[in-house]
């Protein structure tokens, strides 16, 4: 099945061909352009002249900061006695019974997307398949790197490049549609689906992949992030479970929520660290076995 060229993308806006394959012929064409999926342009040059001043013209834009020691990273930013300071100290100590460090990810509306693939890309273990399509260029490299900290060089290389950054997060979204297509047509055939789908259509705002997309992909990195249930099909498109640490659901059986709930055995596992289901960053130093 194809659907028609969606109006002002080319080959070079479909890397993974997710605009002419598998996608239903009865879903009308969603017709967006490219405002529709990059930051404005006066968006993107006021973060630019921040930046600039926060760290000065030298210094290379960095998206996700250098490690530092988890709990002085908590000392610093969680001072007072409040009872969510309390709660993120707590949390934060728990943690660091995992993790020794942490690296802090820029919180625009693309957070989710840059902690979640920054952990995939820069493990050890090979690359998944979807990274590996000829047609990613810009990353597809990482697959040729076989030590851990050739990897984590270039992934710090990507992530200091708007371009390819950017560029990544768009293709992943696209993933997330492909896999929500996917979703939907065996719902609709009465086969078996992850509960986490349901939820997804039944929202007045994501009854089909049509409105998913308009209402809600074709919107993160712009006006809003990845939702909670958005996190599963997330996992789902990059076929990673996603681990996330969330500080203030800490005492909760919600503290560690995985992504999805039942994972298949063989996915990677990447590890998150959320304040407010937000803002993700990421616990790096494993100083013992993590297992689910």
Same mark, same amino acid.
């Given at each position: 099945m194809s659907v028609p060229p969606v109006a002002g993308l080319g080959a070079e806006s479909d890397p993974v061909g997710l605009l002419v394959n598998g996608a239903p012929d009865r879903y009308p064409p969603v017709r967006f352009n490219e405002e529709d999926m990059y930051r404005a342009a006066d968006e993107i040059e006021k973060e630019k002249e921040l930046l600039i001043h926060e760290r000065g013209l030298s210094e290379p834009k960095l998206s996700v900061a250098p490690e530092m020691d988890i709990m002085d990273y908590c000392k610093k930013e969680w001072r007072g006695n409040t009872q969510k300071a309390t709660c993120m100290k707590k949390g934060y100590e728990e943690v660091?019974?995992?993790?020794?460090?942490?690296?802090?990810?820029?919180?625009?509306?693309? $957070?989710?997307?840059?902690? *979640?693939?920054f952990q995939a890309?820069?493990?050890?273990?090979?690359?998944?398949?979807?990274l590996q399509d000829p047609e990613?260029? +810009?990353?597809?490299?990482?697959? &040729? +790197?076989? *030590?851990? %900290?050739?990897?984590?060089?270039? $992934?710090? &290389?990507?992530?200091?490049?708007?371009? %390819?950054? #950017?560029?990544?997060?768009?293709?992943?979204?696209? +993933?997330?549609?492909?896999?929500?297509? %996917?979703? #939907?047509? @065996?719902? %609709?055939?009465?086969e078996d689906v992850p509960f986490f789908s349901v939820l997804l259509f039944a929202r007045d705002t994501s009854s089909d992949p049509g409105q998913l997309l308009r209402n809600h992909l074709n919107q993160v990195g712009h006006t809003g992030g990845l939702e909670q249930i958005e996190m599963f099909l997330l996992a789902y498109a990059v076929r990673h479970t996603i681990q996330v640490y969330r500080l203030s659901k800490y005492s909760t059986e919600e503290f560690?929520?995985?992504?999805?709930? @039942?994972?298949?055995r063989d996915w990677p596992v990447v590890t998150l660290i959320a304040e407010d289901d937000r803002h993700y960053n990421i616990p790096v130093r494993v100083c013992e076995e993590t297992s689910l």
């Open positions: 660091s019974q995992k993790f020794t460090s942490i690296r802090r990810v820029r919180g625009d509306n693309y $957070c989710a997307l840059r902690a *979640t693939l890309m820069s493990q050890p273990a090979g690359l998944p398949s979807w990613l260029t +810009l990353w597809a490299g990482l697959a &040729e +790197l076989r *030590t851990a %900290e050739a990897r984590q060089i270039a $992934c710090d &290389e990507l992530f200091t490049n708007e371009e %390819e950054e #950017y560029s990544l997060y768009e293709a992943v979204k696209f +993933l997330m549609l492909h896999r929500a297509i %996917e979703l #939907y047509d @065996d719902k %609709e055939k009465g560690i929520t995985v992504y999805p709930t @039942d994972p298949p």
